[in-house]
């Protein structure tokens, strides 16, 4: 039986709030999981993770990046050096709170500052989960944001919606290539941006754990 309490570390250069999600018998992997750019860590999407990686023993810390602590609504203006920061806050903190493995991971926005934070630096976590990477704004295929993945030596497990309008499949294929790192590319059947649907709501959050475990003990 897991549980779940508020987290708070002010500690770093940015604070970090979120959520700690521990299981009865952790292991010795911590994930750290953010939201996208319109939302927080109380999505149905990052709780479902949470719980399915907490029954895997994986110990989960959900959290706010710095952009969304400081206003309830909206998408980040220019913060992506200070979110960033936050994710690199929030893996000292788990360090300090015992954790042996850091995984980075984050929906849309909160994916890629995740990679581009590892793309910095190499050895702040040991594996990246990037939900829905939001490859292009929608019906702009030109405007790619990939030009740090050469710079990624750290292994990637995508997840991506097969109708998600920030990147087609073919898509994701051809841009994971541009990274020297191992990657794994999991694609969700009818499924678009937000990856949860009536249909795989109860099996894909477990679904995710299963694949991304798997990835990392390869």
């Not at 984050?106 to 040991?126: I, N, V």
Request: hydrophobic fraction near 45%; glycine fraction near 8%; aromatic fraction near 6%.
């Amino acid at each position: 039986m897991e549980t779940v309490r508020a987290f708070t570390d002010g500690s770093g250069a940015e604070p970090v709030r979120g959520f700690l999600h521990v299981p009865a018998q952790p292991g010795p992997g911590m994930l750290i999981l953010t939201h996208g750019a319109g939302a927080n860590c109380q999505t149905t999407l990052l709780l479902a993770l949470a719980d399915a990686f907490a029954q895997a023993e994986v110990a989960v810390l959900r959290c706010d990046l710095p952009f969304r602590q400081e206003k309830p609504h909206g998408p980040p203006l220019r913060t992506a050096e200070r979110d960033q920061a936050g994710l690199m806050a929030a893996a000292e903190a788990m360090r300090r709170e015992g954790a042996k493995r850091i995984w980075l991971g984050g929906h849309s926005y909160g994916g890629r500052m995740a990679s581009m934070l590892a793309a910095r630096e190499p050895e702040l976590a040991e594996a990246l989960l990037l939900l829905s990477y939001p490859l292009h704004p929608p019906g702009k295929p030109e405007q790619l944001r990939t030009q740090h993945f050469a710079r990624i030596r750290t292994p990637a497990l995508f997840v991506s919606g097969m109708r998600d309008g920030f990147a087609a499949i073919a898509e994701l294929e051809a841009a994971r290539k541009l990274i020297p790192a191992r990657t794994l590319l999991v694609p969700v059947a009818s499924a678009g941006h937000e990856l949860l649907a009536r249909s795989n709501r109860e099996r894909l959050p477990h679904l995710i754990a299963d694949e991304f475990l798997s990835f990392v003990d390869a």
